[in-house]
């Protein structure tokens, strides 16, 4: 850790008179800095990332342009009212038109290849109440998404892709894959061409509101003023706010070296969507898996552990391709936010200080969104 303190120069050239700093460089700390400088051309606004690259959660995602399959939306109802949860629906679906109205669906490579929920034998009853409720959910979904049928059945399906052991698939025509990597890339790359000054190896260690400002403290010692601070942790946001209600929660993802003729192509949810897998071209992408060991993957540490990768490896092999030789060629993992709620953590904590943390499990949704509303909030309180 370099500890050698700012020169004059430094802090009159770069670090003088900020008017907004964001903390973390992921999808909603960049979106949040866009929309600031689109709203104030002539605003100092400056990322402070700790990462060489923003490493959290948006760099390593699955890539799912989803807004909730249908055991989710199940799920939703049983603990909020129907318009909550058709509002959160609505609010996903806009972000993601957002999200490809930003960046285009060229370079981020949106492909709407519709996404599948998988349901096995002893999920029958799961299964069952998903066909009582979805014509229901077809007419509440039809003026957000435009589709008269945005789920269907499609166990017709099921030979193509030969999976083993899964006995429907229900169809979402609404969803879609994004290349996760460019995206980040796009949003950085417009970040910086609006003049937001991204600076990388910077990681905050405290933030401390005095009365006409605040103080950023960084871990190598430097201490950078500013009059807006948001906060955009995500996953690590209680490293510095240990009062706010968000967790961290490890993903494992594993991706197969490319596998000739592969016929599994879209977006899937399998076991109610405690693990996902998608095609990216000729390969597969697996991850999830966090409920065979809650407490273990709540945590804010990278890595991996032999039970769930083992799991997800036996449930290529078992279930998604029993017939098709594959190697895995890589792992990672990735840390998310989450909370009781499924809502982010959007509100000021002073008056120089918001936070934009808790993204949960579709942040390539409501993020470009929820970098917008703090950019709102930093502006206009
Ligand atoms: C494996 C995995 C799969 C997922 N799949 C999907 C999916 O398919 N579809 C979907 O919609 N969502 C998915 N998600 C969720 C989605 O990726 C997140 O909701 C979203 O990326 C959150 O964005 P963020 O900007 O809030 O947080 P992050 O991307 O985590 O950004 C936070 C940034 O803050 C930085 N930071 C942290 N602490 C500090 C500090 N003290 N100082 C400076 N910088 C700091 C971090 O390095 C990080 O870059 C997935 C998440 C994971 C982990």
Redesign the pocket.
Known sequence: MMTVNLSFWEKEAFFKAVDVLI???????LNAAIAIKERKPRYKVIV????VL???????????A?FGSMTELLDDLSNQTADQVWALVEKRWRGLQRLRERLGDDPIQYRPWGGYELFRPEEKATYEACQDQMEHFNQALSSITGLARTFHNRDEDLTTFGFSGVEHLIHNQGEGQIHTGKMMAQLLALARDRGVEVYNG???AAVEEGGSGISVHLKNKWQLQADQVVV?????AA??FPELAVKPAR?Q?LITRPIPGLKIKGTFHYDRGFF?FRNVNDRLLL?GGRCLDIVGEETDVFGFTSLIQNNLEELLKSVIAPDTPFVVDQWW?????VGQQKVPILERLGPHLSVA?R???????I?AQTGEEAAKLALDG
Do not use: D, H, K, W
């Open positions: 903390i973390g460089s992921g999808i909603v700390g402070l990332e700790r990462g923003p490493i959290g959660a948006s760099t390593r995602n699955a890539g799912f989803c910077m990681e905050v955009a942790t995500n996953g690590f490293q510095l993903n993802v996902y991850g993992s990735g840390i998310m936010g943390v993204l949960g499990g579709m942040g390539v949704a993020g």
